[in-house]
C-alpha cells in the first residue's frame, strides 16, 4: 500500500525556472540461473497478486471521472492573474500545512474586492494554541494576535488600493541580467493569507508554456474545477517545497484557487492546499468596523502599510 502525506503549504517560492536532462544506462541481459529463475518468478507471482489487491482497492473507491475541459492554459492562467476582477465578494475557508516548517493552520476569510474592498482573515493554528487575525476597514490594517493580545494599526497605503495594471502587458519577461521578473498586482483588500486561495497569482507564475498539462474538469465544493497537471522545473523551488509535481483545482469561472496538491519523485503528496468552503454571493458584515478589546494593547504606532514583497518571490 503506497504512504501517503498530506500536506499544506502557505508560504511558497516562485523563481526563475531550470530544466535538467537525464541519461538511461542500458545492460546487456545476462544468461539467467536457475535460482535467478525461481526467484524471478516468486516477483512475478507477488506483483500479479499486488496488482489484484489494487484493482480491488480501486473498486471499492474508483477514481473521480474528468470531463473534458474547453478552458485553455493561457485563459485560465489570466484569469488567476487577475482572479479579483472576477468576483465582488468572497468567504470561506481552507487548510493549510507547511511541513518544512511545522505549520498547520486553518484560515477563515472575508474579503470585498471593487471600489471599496476590505478584507477580515482569522487564523488558526491546529497543533498549538496560537489565534491571529488581520483585518482592512478601508483606511487602517490591523495585525492581531489574540493569543498575546496585542497588536498593531497602521494607516493603510492609498497607492496600493488605487493601483492598476495593464493586464495586455506581460506578467513574466527577463531583465537584463536575463533573471525572471515576475509582476505582480497589489491586493487593494489586502486579504492577507487568503490571497494564496483568493487571488492566487503566485501559482498562476508557476505554469509555463512546456511544463503542465489540462486534465480536464470536476465538481468541488458546488464549483467546476479546472483540474491542472504540472512540473517544477524551477529547481530552487522544487528543492524549498520538497517536491517535484504539482497538481492544482482552478475555478473555472473566477481562477480562485480550489486545491492544491504537490508530490515528490515517489508519488507521495508532500504540499497542499484544500479550501473547506467557500461563497461567492454572501456580502460579509463584519468588515464595516474593527476594533479589538479594550485589555489587548498596541505594539507599534499608526504609520503606513506599504504592501511588502511576498515571501513566495
Known amino acids: 500500500m503506497k504512504k501517503t502525506y498530506s500536506v499544506i503549504l502557505a508560504t511558497l517560492l ?22 535467478a529463475q525461481q526467484t524471478e518468478a516468486e516477483q512475478q507471482t507477488e506483483v500479479e497478486q499486488q496488482t489484484e489487491v489494487e484493482q480491488l482497492t480501486e473498486a471499492v473507491q474508483p477514481k473521480t471521472e474528468l470531463t473534458p475541459s474547453t478552458t485553455d492554459s493561457k485563459s485560465l492562467q489570466e484569469k488567476m492573474l487577475n482572479a479579483i476582477d472576477n468576483y465582488q465578494y468572497i468567504s470561506g475557508s481552507y487548510r493549510t500545512i507547511l ?6 493552520e486553518t484560515v477563515e476569510f472575508e474579503v470585498q474586492q471593487g471600489t471599496d474592498p476590505r478584507s477580515r482573515v482569522l487564523v488558526q493554528s491546529n497543533t498549538a494554541n496560537i ?41 513574466t519577461f527577463k531583465n537584463e541580467k536575463g533573471e525572471k521578473v515576475f509582476v505582480k498586482r497589489p491586493d487593494p ?24 498539462k489540462i486534465l480536464g474538469e470536476e465538481k468541488l465544493l458546488e464549483r467546476t474545477a479546472v483540474v491542472v497537471e504540472g512540473k517544477h522545473t524551477d529547481l530552487i523551488l522544487a528543492e524549498k517545497h520538497q517536491s517535484t509535481h504539482f497538481k492544482m483545482w482552478i475555478d473555472q469561472e473566477t481562477g480562485v484557487l480550489l486545491k492544491l496538491e504537490e508530490t515528490n519523485d515517489k508519488d507521495e503528496v508532500t504540499n497542499s492546499i484544500e479550501v473547506l468552503s467557500i461563497d461567492f454571493n454572501k456580502r460579509a458584515k463584519k468588515m464595516s468596523t474593527f476594533n479589538v478589546p479594550d485589555d489587548y494593547f498596541m505594539t507599534e504606532k499608526s504609520g503606513s ?3 511588502k514583497p511576498s515571501e513566495k518571490e
Do not use: C
Open 14 to 35: 516562485v523563481g526563475s525556472g531550470v530544466t535538467g536532462a537525464y541519461a538511461v544506462t542500458s545492460y546487456a541481459e545476462s544468461p539467467k540461473t536457475e535460482v
Open 99 to 104: 511541513t518544512p516548517i511545522g505549520v498547520d
Open 131 to 171: 489565534l491571529r487575525e488581520t483585518a482592512f476597514d478601508g483606511e487602517y490594517y490591523w495585525n492581531v494576535q489574540h493569543d498575546k493580545k496585542m497588536y498593531k494599526k497602521a494607516k493603510a497605503s492609498k497607492q496600493v488600493a488605487l493601483a492598476s495594471i495593464d493586464k495586455k502587458a506581460e506578467r
Open 189 to 212: 483588500s489586502f486579504s492577507s493569507l487568503a490571497k494564496d486561495v483568493i487571488f492566487p497569482q503566485d501559482y498562476a507564475f508557476w505554469l509555463t508554456p512546456s511544463n503542465h
Open 305 to 307: 502599510n506599504d504592501e
